[in-house]
């Protein structure tokens, strides 16, 4: 069973914020809220974690809901080579990827 | 910056053949995993290692697969009898903790079987 769900893909042109939804109704308490990216065939790459609080990196922001029931992936400026899949996991434990969301940044 | 390496990066094989693929995962890394990802699907789940023994596998980990740290360093996945469905790339990771933090992927080696 699919514990998120994703937008098969989404456009940005670049410059400009990518706001990636997940939707993750049936999280539990203790379980994390994971963001990876798969660029064209490269190994998954780590954006951002949390667990309940929003959380900042120098890649990204990561906007989780009070009941924790979705999450917003936001990379503020995309660029061209933000071009991607992005993953959406929530775990407590090994990571399960599903399909994700393709993004294509635009010039 | 730290980072997980994958050896070879592209390795033909005939089927029925042994393969050995190889990662260095990060130093201080505790948790090392492999995954595949046949051409257009999703990256798949195959094993995890803790502590010099299998924590987890998974359905498509059969007795055809298997895993070691032979030196300390090196983590390898071993294919005993290679198929043509075997034919995917094979990503290794690792992490310093289970299930609460960063994990790190290599760039992957690219099996295909003839």
């Known amino acids: 069973d699919a514990k998120t769900t994703q937008p098969t893909s989404m456009d940005c042109a670049e410059g400009r914020a990518a706001n990636l939804p997940c939707n993750h109704s049936?999280?539990?308490?203790?379980?994390?809220v994971y963001w990876y990216r798969q660029i064209h065939s490269q190994g998954p790459q780590y954006i951002i974690h949390?667990?309940?609080n929003n959380e900042t990196n120098e890649m990204a922001s990561l906007i989780i809901t009070e009941d924790r029931k979705s999450s917003t992936l936001i990379l503020p400026h995309a660029t061209l080579r933000d071009t991607a899949v992005y993953y959406c996991?929530?775990?407590?434990?090994?990571?399960?990827f599903g399909t994700g969301t393709r993004l294509q940044v635009f010039p | 910056e730290p980072e997980v390496t994958q050896t070879p990066s592209h390795q033909v094989t005939q089927m029925g053949q042994e393969v050995i693929l190889r990662c260095v995962p990060i130093?201080?890394?505790?948790?090392f995993y492999w995954y595949r990802q046949i051409l257009g699907q999703k990256v798949e789940f195959l094993v995890s290692?803790?502590?010099?023994?299998?924590?987890?596998k998974s359905e498509i980990f059969d007795d055809q697969f298997s895993v070691e740290r032979p030196d300390g360093s090196n983590f390898t996945l071993k294919i005993r009898s290679t198929k043509l469905e075997d034919s995917a790339m094979y990503f290794c990771?690792?992490?310093?903790?289970?299930?609460?933090?960063?994990?790190?992927f290599g760039q992957g080696t690219r099996l295909t079987v003839v």
């Open positions: 990771a690792s992490s310093v903790v289970r299930g609460r933090g960063e994990a790190f």
């Open positions: 049936t999280i539990s308490g203790n379980e994390y």
């Open positions: 949390g667990l309940k």
């Open positions: 996991i929530v775990t407590t434990d090994k990571l399960i």
């Open positions: 130093s201080n890394h505790l948790y």
């Open positions: 290692f803790y502590n010099n023994e299998i924590s987890e």
